[in-house]
């Protein structure tokens, strides 16, 4: 089956699923494809298990989800350190480096949300948002590179219309959402935003 049978597949079963933790995997999915499912399934089941938590003081988000080889230190703005760790524990082996490259601006690290938008038109991996290209787990970014006042979260659940692959609503999981990891509500892709002039500019995909 291509990706967009699989899109199509699975969008027909999330329009009338009320949580992706009981979706099956499509049956008719070749076994690359069965792949990446699982591990979009696994970022969604990691970061929906942390709904609700919240900072210890702050801007000091949990310590576990700053990994081992990350420099980021607390206190951090964390949206985008959260997202790194659920892509980690989910199983995603491309991911933004959360160590600025030598010479590369202090911007140039998986902490930065924007930087996301960068990282993955540099690997193939960005879809603007007018696309409507959108699956879960991947990234929502809000805001333009190198702007600082941006913000990031996981898509957790894809709302298509009735051809099941066109995408309309998102719902997310997002850190350093009033000082915790929330669940959103669904909100529809156009005029999609995280507030205060941060729209999003589109969504990177962990593959």
């Given amino acids: 089956m291509s990706r967009r049978g699989v899109r199509a597949a699975l969008g027909a079963v999330l329009a009338s699923a009320a949580l992706l933790g009981a979706v099956a995997a499509p049956a008719q999915a070749a076994p690359g494809e069965l792949e990446q499912w699982r591990v979009r399934q696994e970022i969604v ?32 703005q964390w949206c985008g350190v959260f997202v790194n760790w659920a892509w980690t524990v989910g199983g995603v082996e491309d991911r933004p480096s959360m160590r600025p490259a030598p010479g590369a601006s202090g911007l140039d690290q998986g902490h930065w949300a924007t930087y996301w938008q960068k990282w993955a038109r540099e690997n193939g991996k960005w879809r603007d948002i007018s696309e409507r290209n959108v699956e879960m787990g991947d990234v929502v970014v809000f805001g333009q590179y190198p702007s600082m006042f941006a913000h990031v979260g996981l898509v957790v659940e894809v709302r298509y219309d009735d051809s099941g692959l066109k995408a309309t609503h998102v719902r997310t999981v997002e850190g350093n959402y009033g000082d915790r990891v929330a669940y959103t509500r669904w909100r529809k892709i156009d005029g999609l935003s995280a507030g205060f002039g941060r729209p999003a500019s589109g969504f990177v995909s962990p593959f």
């Fill in 45 to 76: 089941d990691k970061a929906m298990a942390e709904v609700g938590q919240r900072e210890s003081g702050p801007e000091l988000y949990p310590e576990r989800y700053q990994q081992v080889d990350s420099a980021v230190m607390r206190p951090a």
